[in-house]
């Protein structure tokens, strides 16, 4: 009767009863093997003779009983003991004892017993075979079945979405823990209203944008911006890579979107984040491509498109880079409203810096302003990275508090590397550098157009052998023509000091000489600064470099005009430095004996030139200078 016995298949899972078989016929086709390989080395333990010495035991008699299996030969002497041995495998065993000249007479004293060959019982493998066969199909067919594949406790769960879910109301974020991207916030407060109360939007026939996409370069806080946004709405937030939906397998990263959409829907209202969106949203061409990334992306498309309206599930992705993405994934309905959250500007890194410095006892002399005037360019994640440094600095020197020393290391940190004051310098390559860096803060404090010189130190950091650091008044926007000039001559300061000084360059300069180049480039190629060729866009695709669309007397000509700023940005270098001498060399003397510079004696250096202790002394090495000494001009 059904309802009075156990049934197996319900308290069985699938996937166990299939590893039960599975098992049971392995074990009996293993249990047959081992079997035969029992009864076939039965002798296994017995003594081993050659067959000629067995001969010879069964011509004196000792022999009392002989047993084939195969070619082994099991031989029972008259005291009870046991030996083996093998005949050959083309004859039988009284052919080879007539073959050894062993007589009728002799064979009829001992006991010949013949054993055919124990192989595997046929049945017992079949069976097993059979039922591995068939456990197989049953896999398979399960796994086509979409509850294996969606949902199911007992699914395989690589065509699941590994999407990580996180509650809202839970996750301790808020818009007050994110700083420096103040328009960014104003523009998400909408979709935190729509997720809170959707019927004051539809009560008016406002739909709110089912996509946003936050551009911007990396570190700048976008998926803080969008866990912040689950946090002001209290809502289930799922967050995933574009990576994840590219698998080696076509079909698995459409499965996974169509599977997170699914749990998003079953969780409305909610936010769906997928970080790095260029992975999978890359723009289709007609040539080669990933048809496993252009399946996820077509998903994607289709999920975006077929929202219900009345489904409050919000889609939020970052990128770096929205210039690669499909235009049909940027379309109106999709994700139709952009968002920059941009590098933080002077006040949004002075926010950022008081968000991070929350816990940490700051010591008085320390000014956030000014550390944030002095990190221009950094991102919020590049700010948070200061704070924390300063703070384990702290810890190692044993302060009680954050002070402004610590603040300063760190930020040296961040920018340049760590310092290597184990370091063994020769003394001409400390002169070197010296001249070096004094000839870029020369430079900077020379031309109108260049940020005031914080800071000079010749300890090697990172990769370089010793920095100068600019403190920029304000952040700047836009750049003229006159200002890239006097950026090219402030990158190549150092080469020209070291130039003018010793008579040649070294390969510290490759860095300097790197960003000057850059800069030219931009001029000519984006900007249109070049005089040659006026204003015209002539920037470089990615696969070739070359300039777009241009022919190769076009692209000699952009050559020539970048090797023509660099000229120029060189010799305004050169004639600062020449017309500078004295305060160079009072300059590198310093920073050669005290290897930082900073405060007051950098600017009493810098405006007058005082300060020179040993004029006398000059860099060692062996090019010589164009003047008899280097320090007394």
């Avoid at 970048?562 to 020449?578: H, N, P």
Wanted: charged share 25%; with cysteine; hydrophobic share 40%.
């Amino acid at each position: 009767m059904r309802g009075k016995g156990t049934n197996w298949t319900t308290v069985m899972k699938p996937r166990q009863l299939i590893l039960i078989i599975l098992m049971a016929g392995t074990i009996l086709a293993v249990r047959s093997l081992v079997l035969d390989h029992l009864l076939s080395g039965e002798s296994a333990s017995s003594r081993s003779l050659e067959l000629s010495r067995a001969v010879q035991m069964i011509k004196q008699g000792a022999i009392a009983s002989a047993t084939v299996v195969g070619d082994d030969v099991v031989l029972l002497d008259r005291q009870g003991g046991r030996t083996t041995t093998r005949k050959e495998g083309d004859i039988s065993f009284l052919e080879t004892l007539r073959v050894y000249g062993v007589t009728p007479e002799q064979v009829a004293a001992i006991h010949l017993e013949v054993k055919p060959t124990q192989g595997p019982d046929e049945l017992v493998v079949a069976f097993g075979l059979a039922v591995a066969l068939l456990a197989g199909m049953g896999f398979l067919a399960r796994l086509r079945r979409p509850e294996w594949a969606f949902g199911g406790a007992d699914g395989l769960d690589f065509r699941r979405s590994r999407a990580r879910r996180h509650d809202g109301s839970g996750a301790g974020l808020t818009f007050e823990d994110v700083a420096g991207a103040e328009e960014a916030k104003q523009e998400l407060r909408e979709v935190v209203e729509f997720l809170r109360s959707p019927a004051r939007f539809s009560s008016l026939g406002a739909r709110v944008p089912r996509g946003l996409l936050l551009v911007g370069p990396p570190g700048t806080g976008k998926t803080l911006l969008a866990r912040a946004v689950a946090g002001e709405a209290g809502v289930p937030f799922f967050s995933c890579s574009g990576s994840e939906f590219v698998e080696m397998y076509v079909g698995v990263g459409a499965a996974r979107i169509r599977d997170l959409f699914q749990r998003a829907k079953k969780s409305a209202p909610c936010i769906v984040f997928v970080d790095e969106i260029d992975a999978i949203g890359r723009r289709r061409s007609a040539g080669a491509a990933s048809e496993e990334r252009e399946h996820s992306l077509n998903q994607i498309l289709v999920e975006m498109d077929g929202f219900d309206q009345s489904i409050n599930v919000v889609v939020m992705a970052a990128t770096n880079r929205p210039d690669v993405l499909d235009p049909a994934l940027l379309r109106p309905g999709r994700f139709d409203r952009r968002i920059l959250v941009d590098s933080p500007d002077m006040k949004g890194r002075l926010a950022i810096l008081r968000v991070h410095a929350r816990g940490k006892p700051l010591s008085p002399d320390l000014d956030l302003e000014r550390v944030a005037k002095q990190t221009t360019g950094f991102s919020g994640a590049d700010l948070e990275s200061v704070m924390n440094e300063a703070a384990l600095l702290a810890v190692r020197r044993g302060s009680e508090s954050v002070g402004a020393a610590e603040v300063e290391e760190a930020v040296d940190r961040v920018l340049v590397g760590l310092a290597k004051k184990s370091r063994v310098i020769s003394e001409r390559e400390k002169w070197i550098t010296a001249y070096h860096e004094a000839g870029h803060a020369l430079v900077a404090h020379q031309l109108p157009n260049v940020d005031p010189v914080q800071r000079i130190s010749i300890i090697p950091r990172g990769a370089s052998g010793g920095h100068t650091r600019l403190l920029p008044m304000e952040d700047r926007h836009l750049w003229s023509r006159s200002q890239l000039l006097e950026a090219i001559a402030f990158a190549l300061g150092g080469m020209e000091a070291e130039d003018l000084v010793f008579g040649e360059t070294t390969t510290g300069s490759a860095g300097d000489l790197s960003e000057a180049t850059n800069i030219a480039r931009k001029m000519v190629c984006i900007y249109g600064m070049g005089r040659c060729l006026g204003p015209m866009a002539l920037d470089s695709t990615e696969e070739s470099g070359l300039p777009r669309g241009l022919g190769a007397d076009a692209a000699n000509a952009a050559d020539a005009e970048i090797r023509e700023l660099l000229e120029r940005g060189r010799a305004m270098a050169r004639d600062v430095l020449e017309r500078n001498r004295s305060r160079l060399a009072c300059l590198a003397e310093r920073l050669f004996d005290l290897e930082t510079l900073q405060g007051e004696t950098l600017t009493s250096l810098l405006s007058s030139g005082q300060g020179a202790t040993n004029t006398s002394m000059s860099p060692p090495g062996e090019g010589q200078p164009k003047s008899p000494s280097p320090l007394a001009v």
